[in-house]
C-alpha cells in the first residue's frame, strides 16, 4: 500500500485547512486509516483514525470539536479537516493506514503503510 499525502501549509492561527491521504495498491475499504503529527522534538502523536469499513472514528481530546476526519472509499482518500487552528497544532503530518484488525487505534507501532508527511504551520 502507498499513501500520499497532501494538504499542508502555512495559515494563521484561527484558520482552516484540509488535508488528503491518497492509497494505492489495496481496497481502501478494508484499511483502518488515522493521522498522526509530530512536532520538533516531540513523539509522533495520534490525532483521528477512521476505522475500516467507515465503521467508526475517533479523534484525539487534543483536537476534539476542531478536527474531523472523513473518508471516501471510491476515491481511495481520507481527509482530515481541521479547523480552528492553533500554534500548537504545527508539525509534520503523517497518514498511516492497517489492514491487521487490533483493539488499539492509536498506537504508532501498530501501523503498518505511512505516507510522507505532509507540513502543518500555523503562525500567531
Known amino acids: 500500500v502507498q499513501l500520499q499525502a497532501s494538504g499542508g501549509g502555512l495559515v494563521q492561527a484561527g484558520g482552516s485547512l484540509r488535508l488528503s491521504c491518497a492509497a494505492s495498491g489495496r481496497t481502501f475499504s478494508s484499511l483502518t486509516a488515522a493521522w498522526f503529527r509530530q512536532a520538533p522534538g516531540k513523539e509522533r502523536e495520534f490525532v483521528a483514525v477512521?476505522?475500516?469499513?467507515?465503521?467508526?472514528?475517533y479523534s484525539s481530546e487534543s483536537v476534539k470539536g476542531r478536527f474531523t476526519i472523513s473518508r471516501d472509499n471510491a476515491k481511495n482518500t481520507v481527509y482530515l479537516q481541521m479547523n480552528s487552528l492553533k500554534p500548537e497544532d504545527t508539525g509534520v503530518y503523517y497518514c498511516?493506514?492497517?489492514?491487521?484488525?487490533?483493539?488499539?487505534?492509536?498506537?504508532?507501532?501498530?501501523?503498518?503503510?505511512w505516507g510522507q508527511g505532509t507540513q502543518v504551520t500555523v503562525s500567531s
Open positions: 498511516a493506514a492497517r489492514a491487521r484488525v487490533l483493539v488499539s487505534l492509536s498506537s504508532p507501532e501498530d501501523y503498518e503503510y
Open positions: 477512521s476505522r475500516r469499513n467507515s465503521a467508526t472514528s
